[in-house]
T-cell receptor, first 116, second 112 residues
Framework: DAGVIQSPRHEVTEMGQEVTLRCKPI?????LFWYRQTMMRGLELLIYFNNNVPIDDSGMPEDRFSAKMPNASFSTLKIQPSEPRDSAVYFC??????????????FGQGTRLTVV | GEDVEQSLFLSVREGDSSVINCTYT??????LYWYKQEPGAGLQLLTY?????DMKQDQRLTVLLNKKDKHLSLRIADTQTGDSAIYFCAEIGSSNTGKLIFGQGTTLQVKP
């Protein structure tokens, strides 16, 4: 397996534009996580899915952020409209295990988003 | 609530030992993890410890767990310049959902 695949690796967009980040988890993994990393706030969990169902979206900063997982092999994180403070590295991760088991999360390479 | 705290920065000389510390609040955590993030890359699992253990050794890495104080540490022996990275402590939350709670990360700088 190629690991967790995120696209694009880099995205530069203008304020107000819609941005869509994509993630392909490792095949067979039940959990998918979206994280955001900034210098100021560190690594923040935005939302995660279990078997394609959103479990906890309490980390999503605003209604401008939305995430979907239409099937087990694909997820998107959308920001509409984007703002400069959304600039960050966005990571997708997937995990094969369930609760109270050794849950190693495998991370993608991240998408570096710059909103100008 | 669930919270994980780490110091933000550590600088050591090549060949010395590094100790990165972490405290957590959820006493029901069953697994605790150390992840490493190299520049421009995602996080990779370094090692983990089950909560009924107090020590785990893996080559140059030693993990110590003090459940009473909710304190976790990662010791890297004979630190090399290639160990320069951000190290994240993480725990499984008690909400029984597989959610990983990460600390802010400790930047380890290794000077030659």
């Amino acid at each position: 397996d190629a690991g967790v695949i995120q696209s694009p690796r880099h995205e530069v967009t203008e304020m107000g534009q819609e941005v869509t980040l994509r993630c392909k988890p490792i095949s067979g993994h039940d959990y998918l996580f979206w994280y955001r990393q900034t210098m100021m706030r560190g690594l923040e969990l935005l939302i995660y899915f279990n078997n394609n169902v959103p479990i906890d979206d309490s980390g999503m900063p605003e209604d401008r952020f939305s995430a979907k997982m239409p099937n087990a092999s694909f997820s998107t994180l959308k920001i509409q409209p984007s703002e400069p403070r959304d600039s960050a590295v966005y990571f997708c991760a997937s995990s094969p295990s369930g609760p109270f088991m050794n849950t190693e999360a495998f991370f993608g390479q991240g998408t570096r988003l710059t909103v100008v | 609530g669930e919270d994980v705290e780490q110091s933000l920065f550590l600088s050591v000389r090549e060949g010395d030992s590094s100790v990165i510390n972490c405290t957590y609040t959820d006493s029901s955590s069953t697994y605790l993890y150390w992840y490493k993030q190299e520049p421009g890359a995602g996080l990779q699992l370094l090692t983990y410890i089950f909560s009924n253990m107090d020590m785990k050794q893996d080559q140059r890495l030693t993990v110590l767990l003090n459940k009473k104080d909710k304190h976790l540490s990662l010791r890297i022996a004979d630190t090399q310049t290639g160990d320069s990275a951000i190290y994240f402590c993480a725990e499984i939350g008690s909400s029984n959902t597989g959610k990983l709670i990460f600390g802010q990360g400790t930047t380890l700088q290794v000077k030659p």
